[in-house]
């Protein structure tokens, strides 16, 4: 059997909005994509994935689709895209595009239908359901607060399904008309030469029931609709019916995942593989997230650790659109800022499973500094703000700091640096549709490139070492006691075995196996202290 590419490849993720704007009018394009192809062909780059380009009113920013077979004009047109895909097949890039499935638009002519006639078919395309007296149909809270349940105009006490904003109704895959409208939008795009998708909020698709749900502030329901039975035999029939016709990949977001649950993703083939979370919120407060805790590496190391082995192939990432950026999260702003990224880059290609990048990660990139409840554009953080101000004795103002410290996805979504002029080069200086990071002028993907030492050179050092090793790929994963601040681990095969040691703290700190005569094969740094683990320092060394 021929091996699969994502098993070999790794995969870039990118924001298309903020990558890089071709016709300066403030919103990144698919030509823009294009025009940075030959960057991400030298960075090493197998697999590129796009968040959403479908037509929409970008109320989540294009997480609400309003039509799957049209592309987003300010993204471009559909030939752009068809030449996208034309561009990066002459570069041996494959691409991925997000599925979002579980709800669609409100602007989607399915619920357009649904909304204008109640007898219209597309009325059971998703969950239209009466209210219990004054109140909603049942207790559930939608993702990013309130109920998930919202009026429908001009219909006495009936309300429509929504497990996230209201304009981004649930769809009803009790409908088998449901499945087969997803099964010919996953054959159109694979006809087109697609290679995969990563598949939005994929283990909520299915609703088993519509009954009240246990007392919890968030997610109040999700016994529910999360990781149900429906929802596996919604999966395996897309692949048996639709997938299993092409070389394909699918990896999920799967939230509130498990190991047991997440290995059987994978063994029911419903996805080739998954996205955890628990190192995601490691520096979050468990139970009300936007409060976070001083972070510590052992609580990134601990989560990263456990599911290397609890599942047989996971996706691994340190970042993405949906969380802030990691060097401002797990590593150091200041003093150490450099060696801190690059000690994430190596922990992260390190690791077994595939490796996912988010753009601009490669670079350093970090949070903004200077961000107002006014600038951002987040509706989920916009959301949590208003929110937290009704039910806390606190603020606006400073609802959005504990919130742009933890959760505020503008920090990922700030348009890409490329070089130091206006705008870091995302355009030719039209006011862009997010602001751009005023660090642009430090970091920035042209002077990296020309930085030997650069944090993007070890990047592509690092990535070009894994892409040519086998055991990096598809080696053991064996978790070696250490001091709490460090990954300690070997990646081993029958042939070959390699120990990785990489401190994520601004420590110094002792380790026996630290020795400039073993036969160091990666690093961090240029020079090494015998038994001594500098700040932020990583190796790796061939056994």
Same mark, same amino acid.
């Given at each position: 059997?021929?091996?699969?590419?994502?098993?070999?490849?790794?995969?870039?993720?990118?924001?298309? !909005?903020?990558?890089?704007?071709?016709?300066?009018?403030?919103?990144?394009?698919?030509?823009?994509?294009?025009?940075?192809?030959?960057?991400?062909?030298?960075?090493?780059?197998?697999?590129?994935?796009?968040?959403?380009?479908?037509?929409?009113?970008?109320?989540?920013?294009?997480?609400?689709?309003?039509?799957?077979?049209?592309?987003?004009?300010?993204?471009?047109?559909?030939?752009?895209?068809?030449?996208?895909?034309?561009?990066?097949?002459?570069?041996?890039?494959?691409?991925?595009?997000?599925?979002?499935?579980?709800?669609?638009?409100?602007?989607?002519?399915?619920?357009?239908?649904?909304?204008?006639?109640?007898?219209?078919?597309?009325?059971?395309?998703?969950?239209?359901?009466?209210?219990?007296?004054?109140?909603?149909?049942?207790?559930?809270?939608?993702?990013?607060?309130?109920?998930?349940?919202?009026?429908?105009?001009?219909?006495?006490?009936?309300?429509?399904?929504?497990?996230?904003?209201?304009?981004?109704?649930?769809?009803?895959?009790?409908?088998?008309?449901?499945?087969?409208?997803?099964?010919?939008?996953?054959?159109?795009?694979?006809?087109?030469?697609?290679?995969?998708?990563?598949?939005?909020?994929?283990?909520?698709?299915?609703?088993?029931?519509?009954?009240?749900?246990?007392? #919890?502030?968030?997610?109040?329901?999700?016994?529910?609709?999360?990781?149900?039975?429906?929802?596996?035999?919604? !999966?395996?029939?897309?692949?048996?019916?639709?997938?299993?016709?092409?070389?394909?990949?699918?990896?999920?977001?799967?939230?509130?995942?498990?190991?047991?649950?997440?290995?059987?993703?994978?063994?029911?083939?419903?996805?080739?593989?998954?996205?955890?979370?628990?190192?995601?919120?490691?520096?979050?407060? /468990?139970?009300?997230?936007?409060? /976070?805790? /001083?972070?510590?590496?052992?609580?990134?190391?601990?989560?990263?650790?456990?599911? &290397?082995? %609890?599942?047989?192939?996971?996706?691994?990432?340190?970042?993405?659109?949906?969380?802030?950026?990691?060097?401002?999260?797990? *590593?150091?702003?200041?003093?150490?800022?450099?060696?801190?990224?690059?000690?994430?880059?190596?922990?992260?290609?390190?690791? +077994?499973?595939?490796?996912?990048?988010? &753009?601009?990660?490669?670079? *350093?990139?970090?949070?903004?500094?200077?961000?107002?409840?006014?600038?951002?554009?987040?509706?989920?953080?916009?959301?949590?703000?208003?929110?937290?101000?009704?039910?806390?004795?606190?603020?606006?103002?400073?609802?959005?700091? !504990?919130?742009?410290?933890?959760?505020?996805?503008?920090?990922?979504?700030?348009?890409?640096?490329?070089?130091?002029?206006?705008? *870091?080069?995302?355009?030719? *200086?039209?006011?862009?549709?997010?602001?751009?990071?005023?660090?642009?002028?430090?970091?920035?993907? +042209?002077?990296?490139?020309?930085?030997?030492?650069?944090?993007?050179?070890?990047?592509?050092?690092?990535? %070009?070492?894994?892409?040519?090793?086998?055991?990096?790929?598809?080696?053991?994963?064996?978790?070696?006691?250490?001091?709490?601040?460090? %990954?300690?681990?070997? #990646?081993?095969?029958?042939?070959?075995?390699?120990?990785?040691?990489?401190?994520?703290?601004?420590?110094?700190?002792?380790?026996?196996?630290?020795?400039?005569?073993?036969?160091?094969?990666?690093?961090?740094?240029?020079?090494? &202290?015998?038994?001594?683990?500098?700040?932020?320092?990583? !190796?790796?060394?061939?056994?």
């Amino acid at each position: 059997m021929e091996r699969k590419a994502f098993k070999d490849r790794i995969i870039y993720q990118i924001y298309p !909005l903020s990558f890089c704007d071709s016709n300066n009018d403030g919103y990144g394009d698919l030509k823009g994509i294009i025009s940075k192809l030959d960057y991400l062909k030298n960075l090493g780059i197998g697999i590129i994935w796009l968040s959403p380009i479908y037509k929409s009113p970008l109320k989540d920013n294009g997480y609400d689709i309003s039509d799957y077979y049209d592309i987003n004009p300010l993204l471009g047109t559909m030939s752009d895209f068809d030449e996208l895909l034309k561009e990066a097949e002459k570069r041996d890039i494959k691409i991925v595009m997000d599925l979002v499935i579980n709800h669609t638009s409100d602007q989607h002519y399915w619920f357009q239908e649904a909304l204008k006639d109640k007898n219209s078919k597309y009325r059971n395309y998703y969950y239209f359901k009466e209210g219990k007296g004054k109140k909603p149909p049942n207790n559930w809270n939608a993702a990013f607060s309130g109920s998930c349940w919202e009026k429908v105009p001009n219909e006495e006490n009936m309300y429509y399904l929504h497990l996230f904003t209201k304009e981004q109704p649930d769809l009803n895959y009790h409908n088998e008309e449901v499945i087969n409208e997803v099964k010919n939008i996953l054959k159109f795009y694979l006809d087109k030469g697609v290679y995969g998708f990563r598949c939005d909020v994929i283990n909520e698709i299915y609703k088993t029931s519509l009954d009240d749900g246990k007392f #919890r502030f968030f997610s109040r329901g999700k016994e529910h609709y999360e990781n149900q039975d429906g929802c596996f035999e919604v !999966l395996t029939r897309l692949r048996k019916e639709a997938l299993d016709h092409y070389d394909t990949f699918l990896v999920g977001e799967t939230s509130s995942i498990v190991p047991d649950m997440g290995q059987k993703f994978i063994d029911t083939r419903a996805l080739d593989t998954f996205f955890e979370f628990d190192h995601a919120f490691c520096a979050s407060n /468990k139970f009300i997230p936007i409060f /976070k805790k /001083k972070f510590k590496p052992k609580y990134l190391i601990k989560p990263i650790f456990k599911w &290397q082995n %609890a599942v047989s192939w996971i996706g691994a990432y340190l970042e993405n659109h949906d969380q802030l950026r990691s060097v401002s999260r797990f *590593g150091d702003e200041g003093k150490y800022y450099k060696e801190s990224a690059k000690a994430l880059g190596l922990f992260l290609l390190s690791l +077994k499973g595939t490796i996912f990048i988010y &753009q601009g990660e490669e670079l *350093g990139m970090l949070n903004y500094k200077d961000l107002t409840f006014e600038e951002s554009d987040d509706c989920m953080a916009k959301s949590v703000v208003n929110t937290a101000t009704h039910i806390l004795p606190i603020t606006k103002k400073f609802a959005f700091k !504990l919130v742009n410290e933890t959760v505020n996805r503008d920090h990922a979504r700030a348009p890409m640096q490329w070089d130091d002029s206006i705008n *870091g080069g995302f355009n030719n *200086g039209a006011k862009t549709w997010l602001k751009v990071n005023s660090d642009y002028k430090n970091i920035n993907a +042209k002077e990296e490139l020309n930085d030997p030492d650069s944090t993007f050179n070890f990047y592509k050092k690092a990535i %070009a070492f894994r892409n040519n090793n086998d055991c990096f790929k598809d080696g053991e994963f064996i978790p070696l006691k250490s001091n709490s601040n460090i %990954a300690k681990f070997i #990646r081993k095969t029958a042939e070959e075995s390699y120990l990785c040691v990489i401190n994520l703290s601004k420590k110094e700190i002792k380790d026996k196996d630290i020795d400039e005569n073993k036969q160091i094969v990666l690093s961090t740094h240029k020079k090494h &202290q015998k038994n001594i683990l500098k700040p932020y320092e990583g !190796l790796i060394y061939k056994l």
